[in-house]
């Protein structure tokens, strides 16, 4: 198992240098080439477990600062959904929902769904921005500029698209996805996407059952990813897995345990992702004789919990989920690619992402990060006015690609390749592909 570790740290090491992300760092923040090579001094073991849990380009962070502690107190402090508020099927969002750092009514203003993850988990603006645009865009009022994290939002919704309020439980292949790490497939379950699964919180669970330092790392969600992907392919006929809802949601849905819910110190500068703080932020209590029950809309930010740093070389940004992807990819391959059952369980098959994106891209560039990083933003500008464009919108067409591309562009290198014709006819091809659409 130790030799295991080791050899991945050695191919983690690899990849970092080859896209010299020492030089990048070292120029966005000066002192930290010395604190690298001070860092390199310290012990071998120390250095070992740093390279497996780390930052942006598998860079270990060398920093902690007591400001990484998130306020749960007074105006930020727990409090359960009134009848009325909304939760679904994002962990991360009610408990920001929970805390007051999203409105408690679960209806998130744009800007706040990108400044709210930023604060209080260390999500990078160029990953939450986007996020919160295509939220807002396919599933959430592109007038008020608002969306909901649960079910359809109030009548209040004044967006003439089709699906518009419908929320992220309501955004199913669109957003949301099968194979997720705890909810259950829309199939399955007859459209709760948005409640959490026992068993497959279990699953994971218990991959640390008898570890004398748990941990959810990302080593560990990856063989859960594999459980999941294995899972939904297994049981159900249906499943379906997109080009954004599964390769880019779901994957990052896992990615994002432990990068985001991890709890930092001195310690542990990459972060710990221990039992309570796991169970505390799914909504999980344990009772004595180890039966896990889940409170629906329960999730809570634990009290003593510090986020990752925050600063460009810290935050979880799209490149740092890329790195991510590569080493899912070297173990659950499928899971990077599109594709679905065919109508009876265990019959999977890929679709080759060339000719869903007029040839831009290919489905080996998925696990080429910086490839990656440039199919994250251009699927998102492809896929939009895709849901937007059998709607009879009107001036609202306008108003809608010009809320995408201002807010999105900015992100986007142009060096880039662009979706020119995104062929969707794929999705015709997979009996889920059609299921939960509007
Ligand atoms: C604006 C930002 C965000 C949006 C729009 C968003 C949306 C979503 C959606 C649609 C899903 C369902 C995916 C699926 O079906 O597999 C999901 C799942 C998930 N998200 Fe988020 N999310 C955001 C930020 C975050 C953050 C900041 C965290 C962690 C701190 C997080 C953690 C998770 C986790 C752990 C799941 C999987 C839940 C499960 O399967 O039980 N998300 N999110
Ligand atoms: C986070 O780590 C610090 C330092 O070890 C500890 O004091 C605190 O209780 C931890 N918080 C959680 C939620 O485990
Ligand atoms: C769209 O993709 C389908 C396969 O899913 C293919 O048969 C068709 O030729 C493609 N259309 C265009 C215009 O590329």
């Avoid at 967006?159 to 309501?170: E, F, H, K, N, V």
């Avoid at 899972?231 to 432990?258: C, L, M, Q, R």
């Amino acid at each position: 198992m130790k030799f295991l570790y080791s050899s991945a740290a050695l191919l983690l090491v690899t990849a970092a240098q080859a896209l010299c992300p020492y030089a990048e760092r070292a120029l966005q923040d000066p002192s930290f080439l010395k604190r690298h090579l001070e860092k390199q001094e310290s012990s071998q073991d120390e250095a070992a477990n740093e390279k497996r849990q780390s930052g942006p380009g598998g860079i270990p962070f060398t920093t902690f600062d007591k400001n990484q502690l998130i306020d749960v107190t007074g105006d930020h402090a727990w409090k359960a959904p009134g009848p009325n508020d909304l939760r679904g099927p994002c962990p991360g969002l009610n408990a920001l929902a929970n805390h007051g750092y999203f409105p408690r009514s679960g209806v998130v203003p744009l800007t706040v769904g990108a400044t709210a993850t930023n604060q209080v988990y260390g999500l990078a603006i160029n990953f939450g921005l986007p996020l919160s645009v295509y939220a807002t865009l396919v599933d959430g009022d592109v007038v008020g500029d608002t969306w909901s994290i649960g079910g359809k939002q109030p009548q209040t919704v004044t967006s003439p698209i089709l699906g518009a309020g419908d929320g992220l439980s309501g955004s199913h292949n669109k957003y949301e996805s099968d194979a997720s790490p705890g909810r259950g497939d829309y199939y399955l379950f007859n459209g709760d996407v948005s409640s959490l699964r026992v068993k497959k919180f279990k699953a994971l669970y218990d991959l640390q059952k008898n570890k004398p330092v748990p941990n959810y790392n990302l080593d560990v969600l990856i063989q859960h990813r594999k459980y999941t992907f294995d899972d939904s392919k297994n049981t159900n006929p249906y499943f379906f897995f997109e080009p954004f809802a599964g390769v880019a949601v779901a994957n990052a849905a896992h990615t994002f345990i432990p990068a985001l819910f991890s709890n930092h110190s001195t310690q542990y500068p990459n972060g710990l992702l221990d039992k309570q703080t796991l169970k505390s932020f799914f909504a999980i209590t344990e009772a004595a004789d180890g039966t896990l029950s889940y409170k629906p809309g329960y999730e809570r930010i634990p009290n003593n919990w510090y986020r990752r740093p925050l600063g460009a070389v810290n935050e979880y940004t799209p490149a740092s989920f890329a790195q991510d992807l590569v080493k899912i990819a070297a173990v659950v391959p499928e899971a990077v690619s599109v594709g679905g059952n065919t109508g009876k369980v265990n019959s999977f098959t890929g679709v080759d992402l060339g000719d869903i994106t007029g040839g831009a891209y290919h489905t080996t560039d998925l696990r080429n990060p910086t490839k990656f990083v440039c199919y994250f933003y251009q699927i998102t500008l492809a896929l939009v006015p895709d849901f937007l464009r059998s709607e009879a919108l009107g001036s609202a067409l306008g108003s809608a690609l010009n809320l995408l591309h201002s807010k999105i562009d900015p992100f986007v290198d142009p060096k880039c390749a662009k979706i020119a014709n995104y062929n969707d006819t794929f999705a015709s091809k997979f009996p889920g592909g059609a299921i939960g659409q509007p």
